[in-house]
């Protein structure tokens, strides 16, 4: 008989048999399966994070689910939780057992990667109101990206010095999504996690100082992950969109050559007092030039569906929606 285990901590072989289930659903799905923040917890316990486990009836792990958040340093913040099942062990109740488990440990809200259809239902059929969505956007990378732009005056770019700039970095984080649930709340202590990633390289973490003051007032991070996909494949219903990701993958196919997995704009931040100050655009053509320069065929980002401005700065640098994230509530709440 199916069954459900709550767990604190995931062992090294369970953690295995995980990532090979997220490695399944990603390939079959085209979106991720669990997103980074909920991958660097499958491991020890962590305050705050609940593991469910679904086992069939031969004791085969066939899903996840994760809650997270509740009762930890996030500000208050109410729990979020993620799920995932095998694809191959689909509509058999593993997801809706997911998902009731996840709620019953305290999730006031779980996120859908890709708003797949049968993801979506779910989630409404247990009552939940989609309430945020993130979107994933991406871009083919050119030989005319590789050149650095020209910031403003009273401007310079350097590299972030690991041992050096992670206190700066955290506080400048920070300050720069201090409304945002999760990005502002990030910890040296997680900083310190993904610079332990083998993706992480401090050249591609950009810094941007005010020349008068010698401070650090915006950052572009880049991201480059071996293991991501190379090409995106959309996930959106809009036939507008589909067709523009159709031509993005078509620009890929007669990328000349250039070849790997995209690189990402993995996070953008200006300082709120230097806001407003031109920043913005130069800043993100500054990680698409280091990008560009490692020869890579295309550039990715997330934005929060309601930041209209920064989706109009992605658009105009020829960014377009390949998938959609959604992020479902407890009516009501």
Partial sequence: M??????????????????DLFARAEEADGVEAISEAFR?????????????LRYAGDGTVVGYGQVAGAGTSAAGTAAVAELVVDPSHRRQGHGRALLEAVLADGAHSVWAHGLLPAADALARSAGLVMTRSLYRMARPLTADDAADPVMPAGFSVRAFEPGTDDETWVGLNAAAFASHPEQGRLTLEDLHERMAQPWFDPEGLLLVEDDETGRAVAFHW???????????????????????????????????????????????????????RGLGTPLTRL???????????????????????????????????????????????
Wanted: proline share 6%; hydrophobic share 40%.
């Fill in 2 to 19: 199916a069954r459900t285990a709550r767990v604190l901590d995931v062992d090294l072989a369970t953690a295995a048999l995980l990532h």
């Fill in 287 to 333: 990680g698409l030039a280091h990008l560009a320069r490692r020869g890579l065929a295309a550039v990715e980002l997330y934005v929060d569906g309601d930041n209209a401005a920064a989706r109009r700065t992605y658009e105009r640098l020829g960014f377009v929606d390949v998938a959609v994230d959604g992020q479902y509530t407890r009516a009501g709440t």
């Fill in 222 to 276: 880049t991201k480059v992950d071996p293991a991501h996909p190379a090409t995106p494949r959309p996930r959106l219903s809009d036939r507008r969109r589909n067709a523009a990701a159709a031509a993005l993958r078509r620009d890929l196919a007669d990328d000349g050559g250039r070849t790997g997995p995209p690189g990402e704009v993995y996070v953008v931040g200006v300082h709120p007092a230097y806001q407003g």
């Fill in 40 to 52: 660097l917890a499958v491991g020890p316990a962590r305050e705050g994070v609940v593991h469910i």
